[in-house]
């Protein structure tokens, strides 16, 4: 299990009291020089803006032949009494304790998300039957599904690789919900909760879940893939799951989060740019309107980030140079259909032969981040996080330079050299 340094203490508190349990206590448990009767009871409340409350009492006895209470609470740091005692449990309710303190802070901020960027439910938000054809109707269903197939047929086999890739990633969204109720102090702890956090975390869900559904049946509609390979490597990336090492904590959640609604955003939008090209108008208005909704998702999560770096610039630029670091992981990098292991490289080498997302495009969208932050004015720094400031400022000119580095390799390979056969689309060459 890896613990983050802020819980070091209470590691090195708990290894400690279990050496101690260990050697000097268990002999003597039953013992009446050693009088140790645990009581401890725990109540439990949630309200709108706080999480849990954790109230402990606890009756003991330490023989001071075994350990004194000073020398208990020097090594534990802590005393051996309730009062004591409670402190340190709510000190260790989190691993990122400080940084939650903070995302309390921002619960007025999260609400203001919640009620201008999220949109209204119901009638009045769109949906993906307003881009299909209606196949509840008695006459003229069957033209609406064959002008759609004739416009998908012109795509080339190149972009439909790059669609389905995307709509694969669109559907593993219990994944992406599950990893949002890891962030500390934004969670959704009853499902219901009605904070603006888990607010946020349940109408940003419902949002996405259309994209997914949206391109998926127009994808079945077209009858130019294989669904059910598809559909295995949507199970698939589900049951693998990814980890952009986030680590429980709201800030390095953020950062990724920022970051990868930035990329989801612009990957649509040029799927739908080159759909129209190709000549079908469908697709581009479909990919056009999720690539709206991804990009007031990024907006709402950039502004988290703006929120925190007023209250804690410090604990912000160490945690972001940190995910920069070990790079953003993209969430379908875990993606097979059974038999094709690196069916994303394949997937991402495909989307930046057609300029859909390139690794210039990662370089752009950190240098993105760093200017609407602005970071390279922050100031009043420790020097810690003024050294992780500037390594932050220097990475998208890294970035591009490795970038076109690899571009220029690949741009050396004929094209034929660089297709492989994807079961998405029946063995075709992409």
């Known amino acids: 299990m890896m613990v983050s340094s802020r819980s070091s203490s209470y590691s090195t508190c708990s290894a400690a009291a279990s050496l101690l349990f260990l050697t000097q206590v268990l002999p003597l448990w039953s ?91 119901g009638e009045k938000a769109w949906q993906p039957q307003d881009f299909l054809p209606d196949l509840t109707k008695e006459e003229g269903w069957q033209d609406e599904v064959q002008n759609l197939r004739k416009m998908a047929q012109g795509l080339s086999d190149e972009l439909f690789v790059v669609l389905i890739g995307d709509m694969v990633t669109e559907e593993a969204l219990p994944t992406y919900q599950t990893l949002l109720n890891t962030f500390e102090g934004c969670d959704d702890p009853t499902g219901t909760s009605p904070s603006a956090w888990a607010q946020w975390s349940r109408g940003w869900t419902s949002e996405e879940n259309r994209h997914g559904d949206l391109l998926n ?117 875990q993606m097979s259909d059974g038999t094709n292991r690196p069916l994303y490289q394949d997937f991402a080498n495909v989307a930046q032969r057609l300029g859909v997302y390139t690794a210039l495009d990662y370089a752009d969208i950190v240098q993105h981040l760093v200017q609407k932050w602005d970071l390279t004015n922050l100031q009043d720094l420790s020097s810690e996080a003024e050294k992780e400031r500037e390594y932050i400022c220097r990475l998208p000119e890294r970035y591009r330079k490795l970038a076109e580095r690899s571009m220029n390799k690949q741009a050396k390979l004929s094209k034929q050299e660089l297709k492989q056969p994807f079961n998405w689309i029946f063995g075709r060459l992409a």
């Open 31 to 121: 013992s009446t020089t050693l009088a140790f009767a645990p009581i401890t009871t725990f109540t439990s409340s949630r309200s709108s803006s706080t999480s849990t409350t954790r109230l402990a009492r606890l009756q003991a006895v330490l023989d001071p032949s075994v350990a004194t209470r000073k020398e208990y609470q020097d090594v534990c740091g802590i005393g051996f009494d309730d009062r004591t005692l409670e402190e340190r449990l709510q000190a260790t309710e989190f691993l990122h304790p400080q940084h939650v303190a903070v995302i309390r802070e921002l619960e007025p901020v999260a609400q203001e998300m919640v009620d201008h960027v999220l949109l209204e439910t």
């Open 217 to 333: 049946k127009y994808l079945y509609l077209s009858g130019k893939c294989d669904m059910r390979n598809v559909e295995v490597t949507i199970q698939h990336l589900i049951s693998n799951g990814f980890n952009p090492l986030a680590q429980k904590d709201p800030y390095r959640g953020f950062v990724y989060t920022s970051f990868q609604e930035r990329a989801t955003k612009i990957s649509h939008g040029r799927v739908g740019q080159l759909a129209r090209t190709q000549g079908d108008t469908n697709l581009s208005r479909m990919c056009a309107i999720i690539a709206g909704d991804e990009g007031r998702h990024e907006k709402a999560y950039q502004r988290f980030c703006s929120e925190i770096i007023q209250l804690d610039p410090n604990g912000f630029l160490i945690e972001m140079a940190d995910v920069l670091r070990g790079q953003i992981t993209m969430p379908a990098e």
